[in-house]
């Protein structure tokens, strides 16, 4: 009689990198930082790496190497209601210097992703943003960006869980 040979299918767990940028003495300029330490309460596999990407720049390049999945948390000026969350898959943006999408803080987003893509370190990325309505002095979020907060970090969670599946 023969032995059976137990086949397991060993499936790649996926990198996913959830990087915020913004920074926390702007306001609402901040909200990828706040949104980042709500991620950071809730529990996910370790290979979800939540990152406080701060105003990084060109060095939170290295974040994205080895990531298998990116998604970007901004503050993003698109003339709209403050609070409005958007949800930009990268390969929908035109990632030229005259790009679509601005990012209000020292991090150019479309320039960062341009050169990512150009260095061949630009995994499949989305962008979660949300509308400002204030940038000035302070550390907390304007009350419009505070309250649209909790559905940003949740939809944010559906994209982690979308891409682990």
Known sequence: MGKLKNKRTIKKEKKIIVLGVGNLLLRDEGVGIHAIKELEKECFP???????GGTGG?????????????????????????????????????LSTSGQITSLHEVNLNEFLLLAKKLGKLPPTVIYGIQPA?????????????????RLVHLIGQEIKRQQN
């Open 58 to 94: 060109i060095d939170l390049l290295f974040w994205l190497e080895e990531a298998d999945y990116a998604i970007i948390i901004d503050c993003v000026k698109a003339e709209a209601t403050p609070g409005t969350i958007f949800y930009f898959p990268v390969t929908e943006l035109d």
């Open 46 to 52: 370790a290979q979800v790496k939540i990152v406080d």
């Open 134 to 150: 204030e940038i000035s002095w302070g550390l907390e979020l304007s009350p419009a960006v505070k309250l649209s907060l909790p």
